[in-house]
DNA sequence: TCTAGTATGAGTGACGAG
DNA sequence: CTCGTCACTCATACTAGA
């Protein structure tokens, strides 16, 4: 859970024989990001992994690897990383202590009384909050009925009275982790009776996801709900360890997520297992096209919480295709008003005039962070002077080409342009000249908004905390940039008591410094700039200083995901990416703290 | 040293023909 | 089902000039 990129580095750094060598870097080490996520899901730690590639060189097999990581858990040399059973509780969101102290009784090969023994501390608060689980608006449930839920139930008659009694507490302890009974007795049918509880949580997630994605993201019209579902599940009963590596995260199309409103297949309800309904509410966001593996990565990170994939063109006038991962309800959502301009036209009302019946765009492609030279723009200039009246039908296609490429506008004749900066942000929701000024050059302001969310779409995910937070909202604003997740916030009048803030580049602290102090802003700002010195105490701090944290948001960055990248993108491992797992490191630590506060 | 301008493909999914 | 085609992508690195 707790993997940093950092880490690595300094692991491998450290135990490297010449000091002077350039620090090693997973992708220079042949290590690919496969490898790496399917090391870390296996619960090693990042130094056992780091230590095993030192040991049997970069171009070991994976095999080889475990086989090297086994010896040192079987030597119990571990002491000073955590082990897989740690991992596994922690990424159940038990407590470190916990934990620790519940493996230190009962020895890490006895996961089930480790359980038994983390579960009646969560016991009292299950039984506050019994798992109902909340209706879905999808046949979900309909579906469930139409299974023979007896032939699911284990009669004394066929088992021996031990087994009996074993499935039972294994089902009472699956339904005090958070899962239902229908899931959880469909594992235990499924899995049978030899596996243990953490093979049947392992079942279970991958039927939630395979079921959700299914369901949440399948064209409505296309749905065949039973038939399908029970196919999957026979499916997933060939492979009962599926995780949700076998389970590639499928992009919806239409890319609407739960849906908008007045929309057909909006869907206002969803079934999040216990241990991640907030408070504290968390908010993540990256590129849905990114590398292959690379969402099933970040969800199993993120308690197995499927990505809403969205792409904000149904919300504005340009394309931005974002996968969010997030603990927030969704029912009762609402957009943001005036809703921005729907279509390029109606955003830029005046390139209407030069618009070429050619041209059919309606909506412009992604706002990226580099923009169109001068010399492109001349050469389309040229080109379509040179052919006066209707171009030829090569001229079209190169021009079309080179305006979706570029996301041009038609500024005068035969002139096509690059966005402004103000027209990037007025697409993507932010008050005009937000980043304008302060010391921010031209390049710097396409770079930053390049890399911005989109808060329309942000907004409308965010707005069930108004409801929720009447008095104000403590944020903790992760990878900030320039404060898409603050102006959301902000034009959904949803006071800001306290925003702490960490961003690295100077120029996005100040425009976000000089958003607060324009708005008015009651509440309180900490800016801080690096992720990777928000150290878990410090978060602690801050918690104690502020009364906890309401909502953790960010996007951690997509360099290494990102399609445009033709250099360095190698994914999650990537040296800006990896910061992904500094989101979940403080993520989980915020989630703990809240937690003992709550008790205390 | 800083800034702006410019060149630099590949990975991925959708779609349709065969 | 396979294959070819198409469209799209929160970028990086180098260079020239101020």
């Not at 090297?68 to 000073?80: D, G, L, R, V």
């Not at 409308?460 to 409801?467: A, F, I, N, R």
Request: glycine letters at 6%; hydrophobic letters at 35%; charged letters at 25%.
């Amino acid at each position: 859970m707790t993997i940093t990129r950092v880490g690595i580095r300094m692991m491998v750094t450290t135990s490297s024989s010449s000091p002077t060598e350039a620090t090693p870097d997973l992708v220079q080490m042949g290590f690919s990001d496969e490898m790496f996520a399917t090391l870390v899901d296996m619960g090693f730690s990042v130094e056992m992994i780091a230590r095993a590639i030192q040991e049997n060189g970069p171009n070991a097999e994976t095999s080889v690897i475990i086989d090297t990581i086994s010896k040192y858990t079987s030597n119990s040399e571990a002491s000073s990383s955590k082990s897989k059973a740690i991992d596994h509780f922690l990424g159940m969101g038990f407590g470190e202590e916990e934990v620790i102290k519940a493996i230190h009784e009962h020895g890490e090969e006895n996961m089930e009384q480790i359980l038994n023994a983390l579960l009646p501390g969560v016991v009292s608060e299950a039984q506050k909050l019994p798992v109902v689980k909340e209706e879905d608006d999808i046949n979900w449930s309909e579906s469930d009925d139409e299974i023979d839920y007896s032939s699911l139930m284990i009669s004394d008659d066929e088992k021996d009275p031990d087994s009996s009694l074993k499935n039972d507490n294994r089902l009472r302890s699956l339904v005090k982790m958070g899962f239902s009974q229908l899931d959880a007795s469909l594992a235990l049918e499924r899995c049978g009776e030899n596996v243990s509880i953490d093979e049947l949580t392992d079942f279970i997630c991958a039927a939630q996801m395979a079921r959700e994605f299914k369901e949440f993201y399948a064209d409505p019209e296309e749905q065949k709900p039973r038939h399908d579902v029970k196919k999957r599940r026979v499916e997933i009963k060939r492979e009962p360890r599926a995780s949700t590596d076998d389970e590639p995260v499928r992009l919806p199309n239409p890319m609407i997520g739960f849906g908008l409103p007045n929309e057909p297949g909006l869907i206002t309800h969803r079934s999040l297992p216990e241990i991640v309904k907030g408070p504290p509410y968390f908010y993540y966001e990256n590129v849905a096209l990114a590398p292959k593996g690379v969402w099933e990565t970040i969800s199993r990170h993120l308690y197995d919480i499927p990505p809403e994939f969205v792409d904000s063109k149904y919300l504005c006038a340009a394309a931005r295709k974002r996968g969010y991962v997030h603990n927030l309800p969704i029912s009762n959502r609402y957009q943001l008003q005036p809703p921005p301009k729907y279509t390029i036209h109606e955003a830029f009302p005046l390139t209407k005039r030069w618009w070429p019946t050619w041209d059919s765009r309606t909506k412009l492609n992604c706002i990226l962070t580099c923009t169109a030279s001068a010399k492109l723009t001349n050469r389309i200039r040229l080109a379509l002077e040179a052919h006066p009246g209707e171009p030829p039908k090569h001229i079209k296609k190169y021009v079309i080409d080179q305006c979706r490429k570029w996301n041009l506008v038609w500024v005068g004749k035969n002139k096509a342009a690059p966005l402004e900066p103000d027209e990037m942000e007025n697409l993507l929701g932010f008050p005009r000249n937000h980043t304008r000024g302060g010391g921010i050059s031209r390049t710097e302001r396409f770079k930053s908004l390049g890399n911005s969310f989109q808060v329309d779409t942000v907004a409308y995910h965010l707005s069930v905390l108004k409801d929720m937070f009447p008095k104000g909202i403590n944020v903790l604003s992760l990878f900030t940039g320039i404060g898409g997740g603050e102006v959301a916030l902000h034009r959904l009048q949803i006071p800001m008591k306290t925003v702490v803030s960490v961003e690295k580049t100077e120029v996005n602290r100040n425009i976000l410094k000089d958003f607060w102090e324009q708005t008015n802003q009651k509440g309180i700002l900490v800016e801080l700039d690096d992720v990777e010195e928000l150290s878990n105490n410090k978060i602690e701090e801050l918690m104690e200083q502020f009364g906890g944290f309401d909502l953790v948001i960010g996007g951690s960055p997509c360099n290494n995901l990102a399609g445009g990248n033709r250099v360095s993108r190698s994914g999650l491992v990537g040296e800006q990416s990896s910061l992904f797992f500094e989101y979940c490191r403080i993520l989980e630590v915020v989630r703990e703290k809240t937690a003992r506060m709550r008790r205390s």
